[in-house]
């Protein structure tokens, strides 16, 4: 049962256009939630957070909300760059449960055409 | 400064072979975990550990043994590698959340491309 889901596995966008990357958990008790970009051949690197006492969080070109009732959380880039073209996944753990399991969804593949 | 290294990057098994793929981490880090990458599927956790001596099972632990016997090292081994477990494998680090405020991140190394034929 996939408790994180990334049900678009890929999305196209004009460069300078704005990107939007959807995730959906299913587990009321994760409370933190990470957005990792992952080109080929390389591991995931960190993108940014979400704590679950907020419903934004911003930096830079990237920002990240969260629907805490819905039980969804988006990424958006914006504006964005050919260098943005990755392999972007969701995670959540839940912090203060004592689960400090990372469970990641399954991705989604952006390109990003100049 | 290293951060998680991940040893080998490439392996070929025969079916039924065993080996280790090792990890370690010079971060001081309590967490450690594997995950197996394959298309369509996303990173599933394999195993992980909170701290030396504590190991727990992820998502897809069958096949799969881990031992924390440090804070440094966390190997994964295949008893009888299957076709399967062909897969790219990568080893992640972290500190547990009690020690860092929220904002606390996972490490991940390069990867390990296993072949099981």
């Known amino acids: 049962d996939q408790q994180v889901k990334q049900n678009s596995p890929s999305l196209s966008v004009q460069e300078g256009r704005i990107s939007i990357l959807n995730c959906d958990y299913t587990n009321s008790m994760f409370d933190y939630f990470l957005w990792y970009k992952k080109y080929p051949a390389e591991g995931p690197t960190f993108l940014i957070s979400i704590s679950s006492i907020k419903d934004k969080n911003e930096d830079g070109r990237f920002t990240v909300f969260l629907n805490k009732s819905a039980k969804h959380l988006s990424l958006h880039i914006v504006p964005s760059q050919p260098g943005d073209s990755a392999v972007y996944f969701c995670a959540a753990s839940g912090t203060t449960s004592g689960t400090y399991k990372y469970i990641f969804g399954t991705g989604t593949r952006l390109k990003v055409l100049a | 400064n290293a951060g998680v290294t991940q040893t080998p990057k490439f392996q070929v098994l025969k079916t039924g072979q065993s080996m280790t793929l090792q990890c370690a981490q010079d971060?001081?880090?309590?967490?450690m975990s594997w995950y197996r990458q394959d298309p369509g599927m996303g990173l599933r956790l394999i195993h992980y550990?909170?701290?030396?001596?504590?190991?727990d099972q992820g998502e897809v632990p069958n096949g799969y043994n881990v031992s924390r016997s440090t804070t440094e090292d966390f190997p994964l081994r295949l008893l009888s590698a299957a076709p399967s477990q062909t897969s790219v494998y990568f080893c992640?680090?972290?500190?547990?959340?009690?020690?860092?405020?929220?904002?606390?991140?996972?490490?991940f190394g390069e990867g390990s491309w296993l072949t099981v034929v």
């Open positions: 550990s909170v701290g030396a001596g504590i190991t």
């Open positions: 992640a680090s972290s500190y547990r959340f009690r020690d860092k405020p929220p904002g606390n991140t996972i490490y």
């Open positions: 971060m001081n880090h309590e967490y």
